[in-house]
Nanobody
Framework: QVQPVESGGGLVQSGGSLRLSCEAS????????IGWFRQAPGKEREGVSCITSMTDASTYYANSVQGRFTISRDNAKNTVYLQMNNLNAEDTAVYYCALKYGGRFCADMDYWGKGIQVTVSS
């Protein structure tokens, strides 16, 4: 069983930065696409960013975060990061890390983390 675990969330002022980390216990993430999703209060969960498997490592971003967020993976540490810069109040949400075996897409994810709160104060 693969269990993603998020860390790095918290409270930040508007314009600030945070870096989220996702580690997966019990399994290397090399063969997985890793996605970051978020859910704000009263809204549906939305995809934020995706990075495909090691041999491809293509990255994708939602329009709302393009140019501000950067996803990356460190296979030696079995960790995926989401660097979030120039944060604003609309980025406030619970952020989830999720894994999809096969590595080509970030849809119908196989494993989900429990989520971590990111709050941006204006």
């Amino acid at each position: 069983q693969v269990q993603p675990v998020e860390s790095g969330g918290g409270l930040v002022q508007s314009g600030g930065s945070l870096r989220l980390s996702c580690e997966a216990s019990g399994q290397t993430m090399k063969s997985y696409a890793i996605g970051w999703f978020r859910q704000a209060p009263g809204k549906e969960r939305e995809g934020v960013s995706c990075i495909t498997s090691m041999t491809d490592a293509s990255t994708y971003y939602a329009n709302s975060v393009q140019g501000r967020f950067t996803i990356s993976r460190d296979n030696a540490k079995n960790t995926v990061y989401l660097q979030m810069n120039n944060l604003n109040a609309e980025d406030t949400a619970v952020y989830y890390c999720a894994l999809k075996y096969g590595g080509r897409f970030c849809a119908d994810m196989d494993y989900w983390g429990k989520g971590i709160q990111v709050t941006v104060s204006s």
